[in-house]
C-alpha cells in the first residue's frame, strides 16, 4: 500500500491514471481549504469578501485541472496559454494583500497539477504562518479636517491648526472666495485622537475651532482600510 501511494505521488506527465487525477485534485482541494481559512482569519469587517474568498478556492482546483489537462503536451500547454490570454480580469482588488493571496492559488494549483505535492504543501504553510502573523497589520488611519470660515478668520484658524497638530496636520486643499475660505487638512488618526502640543489637551479641536467664530461647518472624515478602495 505504501508503494502505491509513493508511485502515485511520483506520477508526472504522460496519460494519467484516474487515481492520480483524483489524488492531485484532491490534495488542491485539501491546500485550498487552509488558503480560505488563511483569507477568513487575516480579513476582517468589510473588507472580508465570502465570494472573493470562495472564488480562491475554486482558483486553486480550477488551475490544477488545467495543469493535468496540460501535462508535458508543449501543443497543448502553448494552445491553453493563448486561449486564456483572452480572458480579461475587470475585477477592483479592495486590499492589495489579495493580490497575495490570487497568486497563492494560482501557485498552489500549479503544483498540484504538476504532482509535486511537497512544494505546494511546504510553501503553502510557511505562507499561512507569515499571513496569520502579519495578515491583521493595518494602516494608520488617516482623517481629513475640513471647516469652512469667513476670510476674517484665516489667520486664526491656520494659527490654531498649527498649534495643535505642528507640522503633522498637512494642508491639502485651500479653497477661497471673497468671503470665505475653505480648508482641508490630513491628519493621522493618532494625533487627532491626542494633539502634538500639550498646551491644546485642556479642550478638543471642534470646541476650539467653533470659538473662533464665523465657522460654517467643521467636518471631520476618518479613512481607513475599511472604506479604502
Same mark, same amino acid.
Given at each position: 500500500?505504501?508503494?502505491?501511494?509513493?508511485?502515485?505521488?511520483?506520477?508526472?506527465?504522460? %496519460?494519467? !491514471?484516474?487515481?492520480?487525477?483524483?489524488?492531485?485534485?484532491?490534495?488542491?482541494?485539501?491546500?485550498?481549504?487552509?488558503? @480560505?481559512?488563511?483569507?477568513?482569519?487575516?480579513? !476582517?469587517?468589510? $473588507?472580508?469578501?465570502?465570494?472573493?474568498?470562495v472564488s480562491l478556492a475554486a482558483l486553486t482546483i480550477i488551475t490544477t485541472t488545467v495543469?493535468?489537462?496540460?501535462?508535458?503536451?508543449?501543443?497543448?500547454?502553448?494552445?491553453? $496559454?493563448?486561449?486564456?490570454?483572452?480572458?480579461?480580469?475587470?475585477?477592483?482588488?479592495?486590499? !492589495?494583500?489579495?493580490?497575495?493571496?490570487?497568486?497563492?492559488?494560482?501557485?498552489?494549483?500549479?503544483?498540484?497539477?504538476?504532482? %509535486?505535492?511537497?512544494?505546494?504543501?511546504?510553501?503553502?504553510? @510557511? $505562507?499561512?504562518?507569515?499571513?496569520?502573523?502579519?495578515?491583521?497589520?493595518?494602516? %494608520?488611519?488617516?482623517?481629513?479636517?475640513?471647516?469652512?470660515?469667513?476670510?476674517?478668520?484665516?489667520?486664526?484658524?491656520?494659527?490654531?491648526?498649527?498649534?495643535?497638530?505642528?507640522?503633522?496636520?498637512?494642508?491639502?486643499?485651500?479653497?477661497?472666495?471673497?468671503?470665505?475660505?475653505?480648508y482641508i487638512y490630513e491628519l493621522n488618526g493618532k494625533y487627532l485622537r491626542k494633539p $502634538?502640543?500639550?498646551?491644546?489637551?485642556?479642550?478638543?479641536?471642534? %470646541?476650539?475651532?467653533?470659538?473662533?467664530?464665523?465657522?460654517?461647518?467643521?467636518?471631520?472624515?476618518?479613512?481607513?482600510?475599511?472604506?479604502?478602495?
Amino acid at each position: 500500500m505504501r508503494e502505491y501511494l509513493y508511485q502515485l505521488l511520483e506520477t508526472t506527465g504522460g %496519460d494519467l !491514471s484516474g487515481e492520480v487525477i483524483v489524488l492531485r485534485l484532491a490534495v488542491s482541494v485539501i491546500i485550498a481549504a487552509f488558503i @480560505f481559512l488563511s483569507y477568513r482569519l487575516s480579513h !476582517s469587517g468589510s $473588507v472580508y469578501s465570502a465570494k472573493f474568498n470562495v472564488s480562491l478556492a475554486a482558483l486553486t482546483i480550477i488551475t490544477t485541472t488545467v495543469m493535468i489537462v496540460i501535462g508535458n503536451n508543449i501543443a497543448l500547454s502553448l494552445g491553453m $496559454v493563448g486561449a486564456l490570454s483572452i480572458v480579461r480580469f475587470r475585477t477592483a482588488i479592495k486590499d !492589495s494583500r489579495d493580490t497575495v493571496y490570487i497568486f497563492w492559488a494560482i501557485v498552489v494549483g500549479i503544483c498540484c497539477g504538476a504532482g %509535486d505535492y511537497i512544494t505546494a504543501s511546504m510553501g503553502s504553510a @510557511f $505562507v499561512f504562518i507569515v499571513l496569520l502573523l502579519f495578515g491583521r497589520i493595518r494602516n %494608520d488611519n488617516r482623517a481629513l479636517l475640513i471647516l469652512r470660515t469667513a476670510r476674517i478668520n484665516e489667520s486664526k484658524v491656520e494659527s490654531l491648526i498649527f498649534n495643535y497638530y505642528n507640522r503633522k496636520a498637512i494642508l491639502r486643499a485651500k479653497n477661497t472666495t471673497g468671503d470665505s475660505v475653505e480648508y482641508i487638512y490630513e491628519l493621522n488618526g493618532k494625533y487627532l485622537r491626542k494633539p $502634538v502640543s500639550e498646551k491644546s489637551m485642556e479642550k478638543s479641536i471642534t %470646541d476650539a475651532v467653533y470659538e473662533i467664530g464665523g465657522i460654517e461647518y467643521f467636518n471631520i472624515v476618518v479613512q481607513n482600510d475599511e472604506i479604502s478602495g
